[in-house]
């Protein structure tokens, strides 16, 4: 067969496969090599990258390195990133006879997630006692966790929402840091976003 130009030859649909061969010279021998050959465990270095469809996958258990940065932490990988919902229940020490219970949203950035509970005219009709939020999607870290409660006709003083090696929130007041007991009744609500760390 004749040699042919590149400027000649018909151009290859894309993207390509990995499957294609080329012919390339190794050691003064023509010999043949797939693009997925190409680039097979091959570092890319660029000075911009720019993605104009799609999606950047990373491989399990890698991410983003900011270790270029200047910096004194114990990691600068971000290595996860998620986003979802979870059902929360809301219960106390003597739980409601039926707990309510709702689909809530998470939002998790490497050790740092971000909960957003709203229970909305719900009935707490038997319970008692110290009042919690359950089923977090993530257990909190050993490190105490603080936050404002949005607002609720259950709590009749300033308090503050807490978690703490758990997956559940607690409720203090936050004049004496008393716990909160729930009240009892129909038609409540109570609105909590706690940001804490796994």
């Known amino acids: 067969m004749a040699d042919t130009k590149i400027s000649a030859l018909t151009a290859s649909t894309t993207p390509l ?22 680039t097979a465990g091959r570092a890319v270095s660029a000075t911009q990258l720019t993605l104009t469809t799609g999606n950047l996958i990373v491989a399990s ?12 932490g114990t990691s600068e990988l971000l290595s996860d990133y998620e986003e979802g919902t979870f059902t929360a229940t809301l219960t106390s ?11 809530s949203r998470y939002t998790k950035i490497g050790q740092q997630v971000t909960v957003t509970i709203r229970f909305n005219n719900v009935n ?6 110290r009042m919690r939020v359950t089923g977090l999607p ?3 870290g050993s490190i105490l966790t603080v936050g404002p409660t949005v ?7 300033p308090c503050v929402a807490y978690t703490l090696s758990s997956t559940e929130i607690y409720f203090l007041n936050a004049a004496n840091e008393a716990d909160i007991a729930i ?11 706690l940001t804490y760390f796994v």
């Open 183 to 193: 009240v009892a009744g129909t038609g409540r609500y109570l609105a909590v976003t």
């Open 124 to 129: 707490t009709t038997g319970a008692a006692g």
């Open 17 to 38: 496969a990995g499957t294609e061969v080329l012919p390339i010279v190794q050691s003064g021998v023509t010999k043949q090599v797939s693009v997925a050959n190409l």
């Open 61 to 72: 258990g890698q991410g983003i390195d900011f270790s270029a940065t200047p910096g004194t």
């Open 151 to 157: 607002g609720s006709d259950l709590i009749t003083v």
């Open 93 to 103: 020490a003597t739980p409601p006879t039926t707990p309510p219970t709702v689909s």
């Open 138 to 140: 993530f257990t909190s």
